[in-house]
């Protein structure tokens, strides 16, 4: 390519530099020739990096889908244009400086150029590998993409589809759960009264009891059912029962207190 023949036509240049020699022969401060060399270096790192812009852009055209090897590319061009500048300020320095400190610096710029010129020819090698691959790798890649899609896209549907039955089961659930709570408080209310109205009959049961073992005539009464003998029945034909005595006070609930068992006793 354009890129690697001109690194090839540089790599003599910078190995057989007449510049060298004139650092070690001519006079430190003559610093012409090795200005004529950075120039020189300067326009064919500009015309390197045209010939990489062109490259790349003719590869952007050729293939549709992002370059693997853009990123990395596009690295080398920023580290070909901080050389740039790093050699323009080379060139702009002042000329009092030693031949020690001139050769240090030219043998350095000479390695980076010659380490990024190698990265360069080796990823454009890479850049021909990829589009000469570039038309079955893209067509089987972009089915498989196009598979994964889709199934992406139903399992994303099936989710969906779950979250909102499972949605559903909770607002049912949730519904069923006030249901059941309000029945409770209903049944606990009930449960409530009944107990009330049963500690009530309780109450009034005791009284009337309590009322009935007053009264002689049925605790007689009660006396005769218990002298009846275990082996025969007892005489269902009870006595006529007797008036009670009047008494100088009359009771408020004597009459109500022993109905129930007048009621059982006849």
Same mark, same amino acid.
Request: glycine content about 4%.
């Given at each position: 390519?354009?890129?690697?023949?001109?690194r090839?036509?540089?790599?003599p240049?910078l190995?057989?530099?007449?510049r060298?020699?004139?650092?070690?022969?001519a006079?430190p401060?003559?610093?012409?020739?090795f200005e004529?060399?950075?120039?020189?270096l300067?326009?064919?790192?500009?015309?390197?990096?045209?010939?990489l812009?062109?490259d790349?852009?003719?590869?952007?055209?050729?293939r549709?889908?992002?370059?693997p090897?853009?990123a990395?590319?596009l690295?080398?061009?920023?580290?070909? @244009?901080e /050389?740039?500048?790093r %050699? +323009?300020?080379?060139?702009?320095? =002042?000329a009092v400086r030693g031949d020690?400190?001139? !050769?240090?610096?030219?043998?350095?710029?000479?390695?980076?150029?010659?380490?990024?010129s190698?990265?360069?020819r080796?990823?454009?090698?890479?850049?021909?590998?990829l589009q000469?691959?570039?038309g079955?790798?893209?067509?089987?890649?972009?089915?498989a993409?196009m598979?994964?899609?889709e199934?992406i896209?139903?399992?994303?549907?099936?989710?969906?589809?779950?979250?909102r039955?499972?949605?559903?089961?909770?607002?049912?659930?949730m519904?069923?759960?006030?249901?059941m709570?309000?029945?409770?408080?209903k049944?606990?209310?009930?449960?409530?009264r009944q107990?009330?109205?049963i500690?009530r009959?309780? @109450?009034? /049961?005791?009284?009337? %009891? +309590?009322q009935?073992s007053?009264? =002689?005539?049925?605790?007689?009464?009660?006396q005769n !059912?218990?002298?009846?003998?275990?082996?025969s029945?007892p005489n269902l034909q009870?006595p006529?029962?007797p008036?009670?005595?009047p008494?100088a006070?009359?009771?408020?609930h004597?009459?109500?207190?022993?109905?129930f068992?007048r009621r059982?006793?006849?």
């Amino acid at each position: 390519m354009a890129s690697v023949t001109h690194r090839d036509a540089l790599r003599p240049v910078l190995a057989h530099s007449p510049r060298n020699d004139a650092f070690n022969d001519a006079d430190p401060l003559g610093l012409d020739d090795f200005e004529a060399e950075m120039k020189r270096l300067a326009a064919a790192n500009e015309e390197l990096l045209s010939d990489l812009h062109r490259d790349e852009e003719d590869l952007e055209t050729s293939r549709p889908t992002e370059n693997p090897m853009a990123a990395e590319l596009l690295k080398l061009q920023l580290e070909n @244009a901080e /050389l740039k500048a790093r %050699i +323009e300020e080379l060139e702009s320095a =002042p000329a009092v400086r030693g031949d020690d400190g001139w !050769l240090e610096r030219q043998h350095e710029y000479e390695m980076l150029l010659e380490e990024k010129s190698e990265v360069i020819r080796s990823l454009h090698q890479k850049v021909q590998e990829l589009q000469e691959n570039a038309g079955p790798r893209d067509n089987g890649s972009t089915g498989a993409n196009m598979g994964q899609a889709e199934e992406i896209l139903r399992l994303k549907r099936e989710m969906d589809e779950q979250r909102r039955q499972l949605d559903q089961d909770e607002a049912d659930m949730m519904e069923q759960l006030r249901k059941m709570e309000m029945t409770m408080a209903k049944e606990r209310a009930e449960m409530s009264r009944q107990r009330q109205e049963i500690s009530r009959l309780q @109450a009034d /049961l005791a009284h009337e %009891i +309590e009322q009935t073992s007053r009264d =002689p005539a049925l605790k007689e009464r009660l006396q005769n !059912l218990r002298r009846t003998p275990g082996g025969s029945k007892p005489n269902l034909q009870l006595p006529p029962i007797p008036k009670p005595e009047p008494v100088a006070e009359p009771r408020a609930h004597g009459k109500d207190s022993s109905s129930f068992f007048r009621r059982i006793f006849g």
